[in-house]
């Protein structure tokens, strides 16, 4: 019976998430400020309970707590440090679980860190870090045109390594890659690293619309990643149209977990 798969994918998708030298409207770099989000998790125990029944895995801790919880509920809060500068970034996150699952799971937390340099192209990572509760450190470090893979240190052997050529993306820089720079008019694909891997996504450019925010609306631009028959998954993210910050995140996981993850900002920083 296994328990560590969800847990992994759920302790990561739920804490979740999605620049140059020169201005974007109403943002002007370097930028060193502090963006908090609220996780909300929408799960519907029935489509996991089928999958489970399939696979004979066991329902952790955390989906037995969400079990007692009808609809949906925020369950965790993000922090994100970003600092931008000329020609180098460097973003520190923090996901801290709410009262109830901190409690039954042992009050763990997940730690990113990425540190790159900042390319025509935008944010280009050289070392990504992810530590998911108890679970090991994972590290993707550029290496020449490589990206190697690490458990615990990059001073051991690597697990894995993947080609790379041009940017490189990781799960914090995903959400942050527009501020200094232009919201692209059209489809992009943005190769993206979990630390144990390296994916290829594609973004297409939605519609403007306006977006409620902190008790008024904001002017804001849709981008949603297309799918297929082997990556049912679905992801849109708002970006602000002035200042192209992440306003909102939605996950939309298969049947295999039967939820969807949100993420929305709760305050504009100073930018």
Request: cysteine-free; aromatic content about 10%.
């Amino acid at each position: 019976m296994k328990t560590a798969p969800f847990y992994r994918f759920t302790l990561g998708a739920l804490l979740l998430l999605v620049a140059t030298h020169s201005q974007a409207q109403g943002v002007s770099l370097p930028l060193n400020t502090q963006f908090e989000y609220d996780l909300k998790i929408t799960a519907d125990p029935a489509k996991r309970a089928v999958y489970l029944k399939q696979s004979g895995e066991a329902p952790s801790p955390y989906e037995q707590v969400l079990n007692l919880v009808k609809g949906s509920m925020q369950v965790a809060t993000v922090v994100d440090k970003v600092d931008i500068r000329k020609d180098q970034y460097h973003i520190n996150s923090t996901g801290t679980l709410g009262t109830v699952l901190s409690t039954v799971l042992l009050d763990q937390k997940l730690l990113r860190d990425s540190v790159g340099s900042i390319t025509k192209d935008g944010m280009l990572t050289n070392t990504y870090q992810e530590k998911r509760g108890s679970t090991e450190l994972l590290i993707a470090k550029v290496e020449k045109n490589l990206v190697n893979f690490y458990k615990v240190s990059s001073r051991t052997p690597p697990t894995g390594n993947a080609p790379f050529t041009g940017q490189l993306f990781d799960m914090i820089t995903v959400g942050y890659q527009f501020i200094g720079r232009d919201l692209p008019t059209k489809s992009i694909v943005l190769p993206v690293t979990d630390g144990r891997s390296l994916k290829s996504y594609t973004l297409v450019r939605g519609e403007s619309l306006d977006f409620p925010f902190d008790g008024s609306n904001i002017r804001a631009v849709r981008f949603y990643k297309t799918t297929s028959k082997d990556d049912t998954a679905t992801f849109e993210v708002w970006f602000s149209e002035k200042e192209h910050v992440p306003l909102r995140s939605v996950i939309g996981l298969n049947a295999q977990y039967g939820a969807t993850i949100q993420v929305d900002l709760k305050k504009f920083p100073k930018l």
